[in-house]
């Protein structure tokens, strides 16, 4: 219809641009020949005041060329058979008006042709009088009527043009009108009959509809390459523009709902927003990764939508920046939506404001350019109609990325100020016939998005621009093409665009698809014949099982091995310290109720303060390395795969840090082992001899590391000096002296004191001055400790020797010459050892077992959802392979499932 019209008026503006020519052409002409014949009266030539013959032929021609073009004009001017009364009323009538003139024209100058050969036989004063007269006459009045009577005509013919236009735009509002009425009729049937089909018959499985099966397909197509440069090249609708130029408002009236966030001249979009639009039985919204929907009709729904997409906009923007490259995705349904998909970008920028990050204006830049390049993209360029042309950015840039406009479609938004507010209407007509921006476009259209009132429903908006168009002046007085206007003839003609695109597009990408996922099955073959094809997610679960099936494995441990591992532990951390702390200083008093006394006090204060603690963390350290036990075991099973290592070791690492010991386990065990420390009672021979061989076997290992220690004081032995090529150093050699005279002393007296008195050391220095060696005192004390306990180590090593057979007289409770009273502190410290280790065991396997499991599966539940995680504990080129083999297979199958969907319902689009 709008087409039609546009037909029409430029029909008639042609005939009256040349009604006007002829007009003026003709009076001129009339005029030069009066004047002509007027100056040539003296001459009385009579053939002098008419004009000549090739004057008369040229007039004749171009009168017959008027007529011709006015006829080609007319009838090469298409009328819609509807419309025929009204041509046939007003414009045939014109076309034979012109005719007429034209035909009497053309007969005017043939009659002066024969009238002249009449005037030849009259004589010359006869021709002068009658010439003179007629001509004069006849000029005059002939050029008056003809001025005249074109100038009615042309008035005529303009009012009639008006009428036709008034009658034309009647015509055009009742059938915009029927339309919006049938599309409402359309929408309630449609709705009924999908409610239908959802709430009747039996249950079965609804069918996606072709959107949303698109959209799916573009979600996987980000998620593979979020580069957008590689296969991602499936159409969708672009929005772009200027910061505030309209670009959201248009995206709403197309979704016909207000669902975007608004901020008084503040940036608010802040990432790309796709929305899909599908149609539905329910006007309502809902985001890719949620189940919850939105009522697109209830305010305090769109408010919380509203919200909610601010929310995610805020927290998709990390590192102090204004914008983020970080997709969300929207779904819209609802009765009379077109399908189609679009991605809204921020508004491209001028100038960085102090609130914003430095890089902003170029990332917003790179995005739109990211976006746009996708060669099968639609690109919606936004401009503000209601500022100047000249400051427009986006329309430069939508020019490079598209010079040819293939896919470009222009939009003029806030057209309602621009009548208001521009000086020279006539850049609109401009604009929105290509002429004014260095750019093409595939259409131009002209939209009114709104009122400035953020109140307003979309109802009421489309309300206001439907009444803008039909009364606006500039619209009205430039012609412009009814279906260049309103929001909903721009949507018609994106989604049947988009959809031309769609169908052009999807099968080239699903072959590219086909070809890549045979590459890589090539290359799985050749690489990892024998393996199957598990991605990350997989892999994750077949070594979370393991990592299941291992700590499971430690509630498996017998007793014995609990209590085992749990004594050797304890005695290496607490051994130093009894020795140390306990026994040594014990060892160096007078007599046994001293040495038992200093026992006592020690064992009570040890037992109290610290050894409830320390055997805590001993349970713990026991517990974790059984755990890491049953890992390395695993490794050297037939069936490992080393891909799991790190993932494992992550684990258990990260599981034992974060496990506890319950704190009333260290208060229980601190009763247990004052009171086993506090028992002197050894009813049993074996605990005896146990308590000896303890006591044997603590005392070795002291002698062992005290041996080390000198030797490595004194240097390698002669043996070790001529098989091994070793030499001593001066240090080692004055060492050596010094043993020499300490030995003498520790020989001269076997229960000799720790210390050295004055008078020893005395001697001693003196003694190796006269050897030539000069050493302090200091030099000395320190030789003479490793040395002194190595030999009370030996003297307490025969004692436990002699304590053997020494049961029978403890027994029955002689006395005898050999002090077993090492013995006896020994039994306590083992009682005590064993008694904790047997806590610790029952506290393992009732609780901390289970909390360690717990805490296990905690882990691994975390780092299942952290992606970033996975793909540190999981790597090379067998994981990444797999993984590309897998999504490309999925999103094959989808653009497959999704061709064959778009071929059964080719009727629809």
Known sequence: MAMLIGRILKGVLKIRYLIIGGAVGGSAAVKKSYDEWKDKLDSLNVRGYFPSDESLDSYRESLIRMKDKVSDTVKDFKIDPRLANIWSSNVKDAQEWFDKRLDDAIKAVETSENDDTDLEALSPTVQAAVSEKQQKDRGKDKTTEALAESQQKIERLQKEVGALQEELMKVQLKYQKEMEKLEKENKEVRKQMMLKSITGGPKRKVKKSLIDMYSEVLDELTDYDVSYNAQDHLPRVVVVGDQSSGKTSVLEMIAQARIFPRGAGEMMTRAPVKVTLSEGPYHIAQF?????EFDLTKEEDLAELRREIEIRMKNSVRDGRTVSFEVISLTVKGPGLQRMVLVDLPGIISTVTSEMHLDTREAIRQMSEQYMSNPNAIILCIQDGSVDAERSNVTDLVSQMDPQGKRTIFV????????????????????LSGKLFPMKALGYFAVVTGRGNTEDTIENIKDYEEEFFRS????KNFRINASQVTTRNLSLAVSERFWKMVRDTVEQQADSFKAQRFNLETEWKNNFPRLRELDRDELFEKARNE????????????????EEALMRKLWDRVATYVFETIYLPAAQTSTIGTFNTTIDIRLRQWAEQQLATRSVEVGWDVLQEQFQKFIEESKKSKDHDSIFDNLKSAVAQEATKRHNWEEKASHALRVIQVNALEDRSISDKSHWDSAVKFLEDCVKDKIQASKEKLDQMTGPGLKDRWLRWQYLSEDQLLRRAVVTELEKVLNSDKAHPPTLTYEELTACRKNLQQQGINVDSEFIRDTWHPLYRNHFLQRSLLRANDCKRGFYLYHQGLETEVDCSDVILFWRIQQMLRTTAKALRQQIVNREGRRLEKEVKEVLDEFSQDREQKETLLTGRRVTLAEELKRVRHIQEKLEEFIQSLNEEKSHL
């Open 412 to 431: 003029l938004t806030k057209v309602d100020l621009a009548e208001k507010n521009l000086a020279n209407p006539d850049r609109i007509n401009k604009i």
């Open 547 to 562: 990592i299941l099936d291992e700590i499971v494995s430690v509630s498996l441990v017998s007793a014995k091995e609990w």
């Open 288 to 292: 890719k990764d949620s189940a919850i």
């Open 472 to 475: 606006s002046k500039i619209f």
